[in-house]
């Protein structure tokens, strides 16, 4: 089994969710082969909510690292679960759209995708840029 997603699952095991009892853990990896990891934090409003992916690069970011190669995602019913819409737009803020993004299927089997294929055309610094020039 791939190593990242080991971390992912062993994190989703902190996650705090007493509203949804959906367990997310993501483990992320530095260009330089540090991994970080993070699991969902439930808040009652659901709006104050952090996601597990979220939580991992931010760990990162805090840690001095702006380039990524790989992340992966974990629930504890180990479906497949993609980053939602939301934590697509925060990866794309810190890594290219080549950043691999694996998803845990269970009994060793993992989808794979580029972080461009899960969030075409991402709103980008360049989008903003572009805006405010038009």
């Known amino acids: 089994m791939d190593p990242l997603i080991e971390a992912a699952r062993k994190a989703l095991s902190n996650a ?3 509203y949804s009892e959906y367990r997310v853990g993501a483990a992320i990896e530095t ?3 540090t991994v970080y990891t993070g699991c969902n934090l439930e808040n ?3 709006s104050n909510s952090l996601h597990a992916e979220e939580v991992a690069i931010a ?3 805090k840690n001095g690292h ?3 190669e790989r992340i992966a995602v974990s629930s504890g019913v180990r479906d497949g679960v993609t980053p939602c819409g939301m934590c697509r737009q925060t990866l794309a803020e810190f890594a290219d759209g080549d950043l691999i993004v694996i998803c845990d299927e ?3 089997e993992i989808s ?3 972080l461009d294929e899960l969030l075409p055309n ?3 610094l360049q989008t903003l840029e572009d805006a405010a020039d038009g």
């Open 122 to 124: 991402t709103i980008s």
């Open 31 to 33: 260009d330089d082969g």
């Open 16 to 18: 705090y969710v007493p």
């Open 44 to 46: 009652a409003n659901y």
């Open 66 to 68: 702006d380039s990524f």
């Open 59 to 61: 760990e990162a970011v």
């Open 106 to 108: 269970g009994d060793g």
């Open 112 to 114: 794979e995708y580029r």
